[in-house]
């Protein structure tokens, strides 16, 4: 596609006059990381705006610089192009105008939004200590006699590897993501586990010598285990064990969740069910682009093939929905953006459906949702009603 179309695609979007046939187009190109970033620096912008104007006329300015825009479509293409992107630029520059008026003239005026919630990565010790990860600057971890054992290195806590220790038996920490984060965590062994918002991994400071690696998921992790074929890996999440050697796949396990998942990207891993600490039947084996499901109530475990880039996309904050239900997109969202929706649209609740969201705002992804689909929401109390 020509980049004056993508510009008028994304500022038809942004002035809310696309029609469905161009946002199908839309979609299509930002299936390209330069056409992303591009709109999101729309979105981002309008969405600032529109939040905090009341009384400068955005929509108005738009209007009239699109009917100029169209007003021009007899003139010869290359001057065409020109003044598309002359438009878009004073396009932008009304906008920036206008948020500016907002800024200083009514800079006392209350703005209802999402307040900011604090909740924080917290690191709780096996004596019951409990401290908080900062997501800014730098911080040690030590154990109970003060060594230091690991620290955080940007996004990531890195636990040093020690292979002198001669503990008889292993000590555990336990890292807890809150809704709305997303962190990192390097194992002393040198494996790597992406925890996904409302996730907990508890896991040894340092694996024995020997024995198996065992580490305990309340959650969603992307795991990427360092080889070593002495020492099979094991993730426990209450029911269900995953052993590994040394392979790169994705667990999502939430307590509240009718299933658990295991989707493998790379290596080999054996699934298999457990009841109060036994094993019960034989190991299922997945090859990669295989997920494998739990089902809690029944206790069965089934195959089948998947494309495994819609399951691990939320490692770079991407959601992705394939033909799941609304009730479980409404679930993920309130996990992404640590908010509380409570759906009162029955019809909707079991119908599935397919969607992509990219870095965007909750109340854009529900307003893409009320466009298409016959729903509505309000906002109360700073609960998402869906109705």
Request: no cysteine.
């Amino acid at each position: 596609m020509k980049a004056k179309k993508l510009h008028k695609l994304i500022v038809k979007y942004v002035a809310a006059t696309i029609a469905k046939s161009e946002l199908d187009e839309l979609e299509v190109e930002l299936k390209q990381p330069s056409n992303i970033q591009l709109f999101n620096e729309y979105v981002k912008l309008n969405y600032r705006i529109d939040s905090n104007m009341k009384t400068y006329d955005t929509e108005k300015s738009k209007r009239l610089l699109l009917d100029k825009m169209r007003s021009d479509k007899k003139e010869p293409k290359k001057l065409k192009l020109k003044s598309f992107f002359k438009y878009a630029a004073l396009i932008v520059l009304s906008m920036t105008i206008g948020y500016l008026v907002k800024e200083f003239a009514f800079s006392e005026e209350e703005v209802t939004q999402f307040s900011p919630k604090e909740n924080f990565i917290t690191l709780e010790r096996e004596d019951g200590n409990i401290q908080v990860i900062s997501e800014e600057g730098t911080t040690q971890v030590l154990d109970k006699n003060g060594n230091v054992v690991g620290s955080k290195i940007g996004n990531q806590l890195v636990y040093r590897d020690n292979n002198d220790s001669e503990e008889s038996t292993p000590v555990y920490n336990t890292l807890k993501v809150p809704y709305g984060k997303r962190f990192e965590l390097k194992l002393e062994d040198g494996s790597v586990a992406y925890l996904n918002s409302g996730s907990s991994l508890k896991y040894p400071v340092r694996f024995q010598k020997g024995m198996e690696r065992k580490i305990y998921l309340k959650g969603e992790a992307f795991l990427d285990i360092a080889k070593d074929n002495n020492r099979a890996f094991i993730v426990n999440t209450s029911d269900l064990n995953v052993k590994v050697y040394g392979t790169r796949f994705n667990v999502s396990a939430y307590p509240e969740d009718k299933v658990k998942e295991v989707v493998l990207v790379e290596g080999s891993v054996g699934m298999y069910a457990k009841e109060n600490g036994l094993e019960l039947g034989k190991e299922t084996l997945l090859t990669p682009g295989t997920k494998g499901k739990y089902d809690n109530e029944i206790g069965d475990i089934s195959t089948e093939p998947v494309v495994t880039s819609i399951y691990t996309s939320w490692v770079q904050g991407v959601l992705v929905f394939r033909n799941m239900s609304f009730e479980d997109i409404l679930k993920k969202l309130e996990r992404h953006y640590d908010v509380k929706i409570v759906n009162q649209n029955s019809q909707l609740s079991t119908e599935t459906f397919n969607a992509s969201f990219g870095d965007m705002s909750i109340e854009k992804i529900l307003d893409y949702l009320k466009s298409q689909y016959d729903m509505d929401y309000v906002i109360e109390n700073e609960i998402i009603i869906v109705k």
